[in-house]
């Protein structure tokens, strides 16, 4: 997760500079003052004061993932969780970005996977089905969900085995991609 807000950091830092650059603070300042509305024109000085240091962009970034936190709290529990646990002789790799869904469709939408341990993942999915259930799984759907996690990682990949298939995966992507999640779902 730190990963994460990290580049949710780094992204919404440059969209609030050009934000904070694009308005108009001498402009706004006049017309409270010429308004007569003098406190106002020096609370909007402070504001913007603020907003232009460090400190104030990072506290602002920190309350606006409060909020989000919030809904994607209520989100998480909504959704139907399942242990998925490897076949014997495999194993799920993580990497340095864990928890992984699908970020265009957004949370509200999508299947959130993230591996747990080398033989049990998590995986959560908006669909009927018994919560926080034990489900073996394939070889196949195993590799499915690796390549899911190689392809997402940013800088590195944690494998409890150096097998060849995980640094030819690194190094060249994977073709082999879990788009329709419907796979998991229970009938």
Sequence with gaps: MRKRLTRRDHDAMKKLDTLIDGIQWNDLQREFAFRGQFGRALELAEAKERLSSQQGKTTLLRESMITNYKMSHVALLQMVWIFLVAPDEEYFVTSDNPVIY??????????????????????????????????????????????????????????????????????????????DFSLLQHK
């Excluded at 298939?165 to 082999?176: A, N």
């Design 102 to 179: 699908d970020e265009p469709r957004g949370l509200l939408k999508s299947p959130l996977i993230f591996p747990i341990s080398q033989r049990v993942m998590l995986f959560a999915q908006w669909s009927q089905g018994e919560d926080l259930s034990y489900k073996i799984i394939s070889a196949e759907e195993t590799l499915r969900f690796n390549s899911i996690i190689i392809k997402c990682a940013t800088k590195e990949v944690y494998s409890p085995k150096p097998d060849q298939w995980i640094h030819q995966g690194w190094e060249y992507g994977f073709h082999l991609f879990l788009t």
